[in-house]
């Protein structure tokens, strides 16, 4: 008897956490990788290593919070690409195409997502967009291979990845 219940309780969280995702990409206009969804519904906002934070829609806290973090991510790059255009090829997320974010780190990198089409790409850009790395893989993809070195992005610091990793939920 308990477990029908629990398991009932599952599937109404579930379908409540679909109906938040569904209410979000409707108002902002985009629709999140799968991954992501699954990455932030199973372990919500927060940070690899006390280092890369993973940003959320839901988040309470504006930096963490990648609506809020998108508007002025997209302030400052669309400022830097009007002065430097041939150093800021990416457009901003419009809708259909364009970087999005979902990730920050302590030295003030940025991690988007490139929507172009039907690739999706991850882009790393350092602070101050002095550099870019660009990925075509998922999120998922892209944090797995990196925690377990077989990608490198040499924007990190090399001593972001040990033997040890770990995730903090805010």
């Known amino acids: 008897m308990d477990y029908n219940i629990n398991r009932l309780l599952q599937i109404q969280q579930r379908n409540n956490k679909k109906n938040l995702w569904e209410e979000v990409e409707k108002k902002i206009g985009i629709t999140f990788p799968e991954d992501y969804k699954l990455f932030i519904d199973s372990y919500g906002e927060g940070g690899i290593n006390e ?15 990648s609506i809020e973090q998108f508007k002025l991510m997209q302030d400052a790059y ?7 255009p041939e150093q800021f090829s990416f457009d901003f997320y419009n809708g259909k195409s364009g970087l999005f974010p979902w990730g920050v780190t302590d030295n003030g990198d940025e991690l988007f997502w490139n929507f172009n089409g039907d690739t999706l790409e991850i882009v790393v850009y350092e602070s101050r967009y002095v550099s870019n790395m660009s990925y075509i893989m998922s999120m998922e993809e892209f944090l797995y291979k990196l925690l377990k070195k077989e990608i490198e992005c040499p924007i990190f610091p090399d001593d972001f990845i040990s033997e040890s990793n770990y995730y903090e939920t805010i």
């Not at 280092?51 to 504006?62: A, C, D, G, H, Y």
């Not at 669309?78 to 430097?84: A, K």
């Open 78 to 84: 669309i400022s830097m690409q009007r002065e430097f």
């Open 51 to 65: 280092f890369l934070w993973i940003l959320s829609p839901f988040s309470e806290n504006e930096n963490l919070n």
